[in-house]
Antibody, heavy 119, light 108 residues
């Protein structure tokens, strides 16, 4: 059974940093591109970042480019998101999501980890 | 930047047909996908590549993509179909991905 379990969320002050993790199990992690998608309270879904299976290619939404860094450790079956220079509008539930094996869409999602940016 | 536009809400009575639209200038050249999100839960894929249903999704869900508009149709909507629905699309390399703003489907 595919499982994605996010962790690392919490309360952080504006300008602060946080590192999110996503532990994957139930599939060959190194064969799949992975993503982060976020959802602000009461708002819609927003794609944040993607990383290919090998980690060779990385993409970001304009809203986080230069502030967030996605990475992965295939030996540990883990995906990460480093959040820097955080702003109030980064407050959201952050989901880890797997790409379909041969398509650029999300076929499995975790339950999310909440990030709150507030002084 | 590429945008997808959805109506904020759609309301139908049980057994009626609900149609949720998604418009975007790039849709003629891209696939549309649809996600269902029930309150407090993670999104679930209900339609991929315009009109394909994932395993486990009821046959009452169908999709189409024509011109600059994609449509998710729920034929004979049930109370359990009440949820937020998001269309999604991406370019051919997956380096620019976008969701629509979401549509709240009410069935009552």
């Amino acid at each position: 059974e595919v499982q994605l379990v996010e962790s690392g969320g919490g309360l952080v002050k504006p300008g602060g940093s946080l590192r999110l993790s996503c532990a994957a199990s139930g599939f060959t992690f190194s064969s799949y591109a992975m993503n982060w998608v976020r959802q602000a309270p009461g708002k819609g879904l927003e794609w944040v970042s993607s990383i290919t299976a090998s980690g060779s290619y990385i993409y970001y939404a304009d809203s986080v480019k230069g502030r967030f860094t996605i990475s992965r450790d295939n030996a540990k079956n883990s995906l990460y998101l480093e959040l820097n220079s955080l702003r109030a509008d980064d407050t959201a539930l952050y989901y880890c999501a797997r790409d379909f094996i041969v398509g650029f869409y999300f076929d499995y999602w975790g339950q999310g980890t909440p990030v709150t940016v507030s002084s | 930047s590429y945008e997808l536009t959805q109506p904020p809400s759609v309301s139908v009575s049980p057994g009626q047909t609900a149609r949720i639209t998604c418009s975007g200038d790039g849709l003629p050249k891209k696939y549309a996908f649809w996600y269902q999100q029930k309150s407090g839960q993670a999104p679930v894929l209900v339609m991929y590549e315009d009109n394909k249903r994932p395993s486990g999704i009821p046959e009452r869900f169908s999709g189409s993509n024509s011109g600059t508009m994609a449509t998710l149709t729920v034929s004979g909507a049930q109370v359990e179909d009440e949820a937020d629905y998001y269309c999604y699309s991406t370019d051919s390399r997956g380096n620019h991905r976008v969701f629509g703003g979401g549509t709240k489907l009410t069935v009552l």
